[in-house]
Protein backbone atom coordinates (compact mmCIF):
# COMPACT_ATOMS: atom_id res chain seq x y z
CA UNK A 1 0.00 0.00 0.00
CA UNK A 2 2.84 2.15 0.87
CA UNK A 3 5.97 2.95 -1.24
CA UNK A 4 8.54 4.07 1.05
CA UNK A 5 11.92 5.50 0.36
CA UNK A 6 15.54 5.20 2.65
CA UNK A 7 16.80 8.29 3.86
CA UNK A 8 19.99 7.41 5.02
CA UNK A 9 21.66 9.70 7.98
CA UNK A 10 23.80 12.36 7.73
CA UNK A 11 23.66 16.43 6.94
CA UNK A 12 20.47 18.08 8.64
CA UNK A 13 18.81 14.90 9.76
CA UNK A 14 21.51 11.91 11.87
CA UNK A 15 18.90 9.04 11.21
CA UNK A 16 18.13 7.07 8.89
CA UNK A 17 14.14 7.47 8.03
CA UNK A 18 12.00 5.71 5.79
CA UNK A 19 9.57 8.44 3.90
CA UNK A 20 6.60 8.08 1.33
CA UNK A 21 7.49 8.25 -2.12
CA UNK A 22 4.27 10.49 -2.80
CA UNK A 23 1.84 11.93 -0.94
CA UNK A 24 -1.42 9.88 0.59
CA UNK A 25 -3.77 9.32 -2.42
CA UNK A 26 -7.30 9.17 -2.04
CA UNK A 27 -7.39 5.84 -2.80
CA UNK A 28 -5.54 4.90 0.06
CA UNK A 29 -7.33 7.11 2.54
CA UNK A 30 -10.80 5.38 1.32
CA UNK A 31 -8.41 2.30 2.30
CA UNK A 32 -8.45 3.83 5.46
CA UNK A 33 -12.12 5.33 5.73
CA UNK A 34 -13.20 1.60 5.05
CA UNK A 35 -11.15 0.20 7.54
CA UNK A 36 -13.16 1.89 11.16
CA UNK A 37 -16.14 1.84 12.24
CA UNK A 38 -19.37 4.04 11.08
CA UNK A 39 -18.58 6.76 13.50
CA UNK A 40 -14.80 6.62 13.30
CA UNK A 41 -14.54 7.43 9.71
CA UNK A 42 -17.22 10.05 10.01
CA UNK A 43 -14.65 11.87 12.44
CA UNK A 44 -11.94 11.86 9.53
CA UNK A 45 -14.12 12.56 6.55
CA UNK A 46 -14.76 15.93 5.62
CA UNK A 47 -17.96 16.77 3.69
CA UNK A 48 -16.23 19.20 1.56
CA UNK A 49 -14.48 15.70 -0.04
CA UNK A 50 -17.44 15.44 -2.22
CA UNK A 51 -18.90 18.88 -2.60
CA UNK A 52 -15.13 20.99 -3.44
CA UNK A 53 -13.83 20.30 -7.16
CA UNK A 54 -10.07 19.17 -5.40
CA UNK A 55 -11.87 17.28 -3.25
CA UNK A 56 -11.48 13.55 -4.23
CA UNK A 57 -14.02 10.89 -2.12
CA UNK A 58 -17.73 10.72 -2.42
CA UNK A 59 -19.70 7.89 0.72
CA UNK A 60 -22.01 5.70 -0.77
CA UNK A 61 -24.11 3.95 2.32
CA UNK A 62 -21.42 3.45 4.54
CA UNK A 63 -18.30 2.34 1.90
CA UNK A 64 -15.82 5.50 0.82
CA UNK A 65 -14.61 5.56 -2.77
CA UNK A 66 -12.74 8.08 -5.10
CA UNK A 67 -14.26 10.44 -7.33
CA UNK A 68 -13.76 9.45 -10.89
CA UNK A 69 -10.34 10.32 -12.30
CA UNK A 70 -9.52 10.63 -8.78
CA UNK A 71 -7.70 7.87 -6.84
CA UNK A 72 -4.50 8.67 -7.49
CA UNK A 73 -4.85 12.72 -6.74
CA UNK A 74 -3.40 13.27 -3.08
CA UNK A 75 -6.27 13.93 -0.71
CA UNK A 76 -7.41 17.53 0.76
CA UNK A 77 -9.30 18.15 3.53
CA UNK A 78 -8.13 16.25 5.70
CA UNK A 79 -6.63 17.69 9.19
CA UNK A 80 -3.04 17.64 10.71
CA UNK A 81 -5.22 15.23 12.92
CA UNK A 82 -6.85 13.35 10.14
CA UNK A 83 -3.40 12.83 9.27
CA UNK A 84 -1.84 11.71 12.21
CA UNK A 85 -4.82 9.25 12.97
CA UNK A 86 -3.87 7.91 9.24
CA UNK A 87 -0.10 7.66 10.32
CA UNK A 88 -1.08 5.36 12.96
CA UNK A 89 -2.97 3.01 11.37
CA UNK A 90 -0.10 2.34 8.37
CA UNK A 91 2.34 2.30 11.30
CA UNK A 92 4.05 6.10 10.40
CA UNK A 93 4.27 9.41 11.43
CA UNK A 94 4.27 12.64 9.92
CA UNK A 95 7.64 13.84 9.16
CA UNK A 96 9.55 16.37 10.99
CA UNK A 97 10.43 19.04 9.12
CA UNK A 98 14.25 18.35 8.77
CA UNK A 99 13.41 15.28 7.55
CA UNK A 100 10.69 16.83 5.04
CA UNK A 101 13.22 19.23 3.90
CA UNK A 102 16.24 16.80 3.39
CA UNK A 103 13.53 14.65 1.00
CA UNK A 104 13.20 17.12 -0.56
CA UNK A 105 16.17 18.91 -1.45
CA UNK A 106 19.48 18.01 0.31
CA UNK A 107 22.48 17.73 -1.50
CA UNK A 108 24.99 15.46 0.22
CA UNK A 109 27.79 16.06 -2.41
CA UNK A 110 27.52 19.67 -1.70
CA UNK A 111 26.20 19.50 2.23
CA UNK A 112 23.78 21.83 1.45
CA UNK A 113 20.25 22.32 0.51
CA UNK A 114 18.78 23.25 -3.17
CA UNK A 115 16.80 26.32 -3.10
CA UNK A 116 14.08 24.89 -4.30
CA UNK A 117 11.77 22.11 -3.07
CA UNK A 118 12.05 20.70 -6.34
CA UNK A 119 15.71 19.99 -5.28
CA UNK A 120 17.22 22.31 -7.97
CA UNK A 121 18.58 25.76 -7.29
CA UNK A 122 16.50 27.08 -10.25
CA UNK A 123 12.90 27.70 -9.95
CA UNK A 124 10.97 25.04 -12.10
CA UNK A 125 8.60 25.14 -14.71
CA UNK A 126 5.48 24.03 -14.76
CA UNK A 127 5.95 21.17 -17.75
CA UNK A 128 4.99 17.65 -15.80
CA UNK A 129 7.58 15.98 -18.14
CA UNK A 130 10.98 18.04 -17.19
CA UNK A 131 13.37 17.62 -14.38
CA UNK A 132 12.68 20.37 -13.16
CA UNK A 133 9.08 21.09 -12.29
CA UNK A 134 6.26 21.72 -10.07
CA UNK A 135 2.43 22.58 -10.12
CA UNK A 136 1.66 25.78 -9.07
CA UNK A 137 -0.32 28.87 -10.06
CA UNK A 138 1.47 31.47 -12.39
CA UNK A 139 0.71 35.21 -13.00
CA UNK A 140 1.04 35.09 -16.87
CA UNK A 141 0.76 32.02 -17.57
CA UNK A 142 -2.54 30.41 -15.28
CA UNK A 143 -2.98 27.23 -14.21
CA UNK A 144 0.21 24.27 -14.74
CA UNK A 145 -2.77 21.80 -16.03
CA UNK A 146 -6.72 21.77 -17.46
CA UNK A 147 -9.46 21.57 -14.60
CA UNK A 148 -9.67 20.52 -11.75
CA UNK A 149 -5.59 21.47 -12.22
CA UNK A 150 -5.12 19.57 -9.23
CA UNK A 151 -2.42 16.64 -10.35
CA UNK A 152 -2.18 13.07 -9.34
CA UNK A 153 0.73 12.09 -7.71
CA UNK A 154 3.22 10.81 -9.47
CA UNK A 155 1.86 12.97 -12.46
CA UNK A 156 5.44 15.35 -12.67
CA UNK A 157 8.65 13.77 -13.10
CA UNK A 158 10.44 15.49 -10.92
CA UNK A 159 12.42 13.89 -8.31
CA UNK A 160 14.01 14.49 -5.05
CA UNK A 161 17.32 13.25 -4.28
CA UNK A 162 15.99 10.16 -2.44
CA UNK A 163 12.92 9.71 -5.02
CA UNK A 164 10.88 11.19 -3.79
CA UNK A 165 8.13 12.76 -6.06
CA UNK A 166 5.64 16.09 -6.07
CA UNK A 167 7.30 17.80 -3.14
CA UNK A 168 7.06 21.02 -4.77
CA UNK A 169 3.61 22.73 -5.77
CA UNK A 170 0.53 20.76 -6.23
CA UNK A 171 -0.48 20.30 -2.03
CA UNK A 172 1.38 21.83 0.63
CA UNK A 173 1.83 19.16 3.25
CA UNK A 174 1.13 18.99 6.70
CA UNK A 175 5.17 17.84 8.80
CA UNK A 176 4.81 17.39 12.58
CA UNK A 177 6.30 20.94 13.56
CA UNK A 178 4.99 23.88 15.35
CA UNK A 179 4.64 27.47 14.54
CA UNK A 180 5.08 30.10 17.22
CA UNK A 181 1.27 30.77 17.27
CA UNK A 182 0.29 27.00 18.15
CA UNK A 183 -0.56 26.08 14.09
CA UNK A 184 1.15 23.07 12.09
CA UNK A 185 3.54 23.92 8.98
CA UNK A 186 2.95 22.77 6.07
CA UNK A 187 5.71 23.21 3.23
CA UNK A 188 6.24 22.84 -0.61
CA UNK A 189 3.49 24.90 -1.90
CA UNK A 190 0.55 24.24 -3.90
CA UNK A 191 -1.32 24.73 -7.02
CA UNK A 192 -2.76 27.84 -5.56
CA UNK A 193 0.23 29.50 -5.05
CA UNK A 194 3.28 30.93 -7.03
CA UNK A 195 6.54 29.60 -7.64
CA UNK A 196 8.00 31.37 -4.98
CA UNK A 197 5.84 29.03 -1.75
CA UNK A 198 7.97 26.58 -3.54
CA UNK A 199 11.28 27.98 -2.32
CA UNK A 200 12.67 25.81 0.62
CA UNK A 201 12.41 28.47 2.95
CA UNK A 202 8.79 29.46 2.66
CA UNK A 203 6.51 27.91 4.50
CA UNK A 204 2.28 28.06 5.32
CA UNK A 205 0.72 26.42 7.72
CA UNK A 206 -2.83 26.59 9.98
CA UNK A 207 -4.60 25.40 12.97
CA UNK A 208 -4.33 21.83 13.32
CA UNK A 209 -7.87 20.97 13.57
CA UNK A 210 -8.55 22.63 9.45
CA UNK A 211 -9.01 20.70 6.74
CA UNK A 212 -8.17 23.02 3.77
CA UNK A 213 -8.55 22.34 -0.05
CA UNK A 214 -4.68 22.69 -0.77
CA UNK A 215 -3.21 20.33 2.53
CA UNK A 216 -2.27 17.07 2.08
CA UNK A 217 0.07 14.83 3.66
CA UNK A 218 2.73 12.42 3.23
CA UNK A 219 3.75 9.94 5.73
CA UNK A 220 7.58 9.03 7.19
CA UNK A 221 8.28 5.93 9.83
CA UNK A 222 11.90 5.04 11.96
CA UNK A 223 14.03 2.68 10.24
CA UNK A 224 14.09 -0.42 11.84
Not at 21 to 35: H, W
Not at 52 to 67: A, C, D, L, N
Not at 163 to 185: I, R, Y
Not at 200 to 207: C, I, T
Amino acid sequence: MIDWLLVSSGGPVLHDFFIMRTPVTNAQYCAYLNSLSKNEARAHYSPMMPQHFWGGIVQEGETYRPKPTFAEKPVVFVSWYDAQAFATWVGGRLPIVDEWKKAAAWRSTENRFAKYCTGFDEPPSQHPSETNAANFYDDENGWALPQPHLADVACYEARGPYGTLGMGGNVAEWVDGDMPNGWKFALGGSLFRPVEQILLSSAEGDHPTKRLSTFGFRLARDAQ
